[in-house]
């Protein structure tokens, strides 16, 4: 089982603006999947909780109360959770981590894992953190392959001479889950000028590797669904998302049908 030294944070606060208009009455790690239209955000602490972490930090903004009213204290699902709100002038992603530090809220961990609050995947965290625990200031999730959404075209001399719909790359994408060792990371907020609002992937990141820190690859080769969309949100398989998990629906035990 993993480290219990390891803290989860999930950014959950997000306007979930390519998902309206659902997202005009719920927020989007809210949003139903599955057979059993459970939360996005429930499956995520139900797949982690699996590995022995019980700590988890959701980031909140938009209509948090949903998330807190559903999920309390944790104590339903056998786990710890605390809330940090957006609050001026923490914003963004990296904002919520931002604001985690300062209220001492990490202090105690070695560790945090990262997981957004949009992505589902039944990655081996066990194996994650183990790679990570080999040196690294941060641990990158990264897909071995990436299936674009939309057809590919080859042009040469003004003529489309190949169309490919929906190729897969051999490019390593990220996931929207990563590992960072608290200490780097306090580190790297508070010593790179990146200030209480900035993105974790697109603007922490980047300036931890421009900054020489460690930054390591866990290439990992199993299904995901990124849940960032409508569109995406329409092709998911809900029938088999359970199965894919390996979570049983116990939900309807007392329901006949």
Known sequence: MASSNVVVFIPAGGEGKRFRPLTYYIPKSMIPIGKSERPVLEFIILWVSRWG?????????????????????????NVNIKYVADKSPYSNTGGGLARAFDLRLLDSYDDVLVWYGDIVAPLNVESLLSHHASGSDVTLVLASAYKVPVGVAEVVDGSVVR??????????????????K????????????????????????????????????????????????????????????????NIEDSSLSYVYL
Not at 163 to 180: C, D, H, M, Q, S
Request: aromatic content about 12%; charged content about 25%; overall charge neutral.
């Open 53 to 77: 972490l019980r700590d988890f930090v959701i980031s909140v903004g938009y209509k948090w109360r949903q998330i807190v009213n559903y999920f309390g204290d944790g104590s339903r699902f």
């Open 163 to 180: 169309l490919e719909e929906k190729p897969t790359l051999n490019i390593r994408a990220t996931v929207g889950i990563l590992v960072f």
């Open 182 to 245: 608290v200490s780097s990371l306090k580190r790297a907020v508070r010593g790179l000028g990146l200030g209480c609002d900035f993105d974790i992937m697109g603007d922490l990141i980047p300036a931890m590797i421009k900054g020489g820190m460690n930054v390591k690859a866990y290439i990992y080769d199993g299904p995901w669904h990124d849940i960032g969309s409508i569109e995406r949100y329409e092709k998911i398989n809900h029938e088999v998302l359970e199965e894919i998990l």
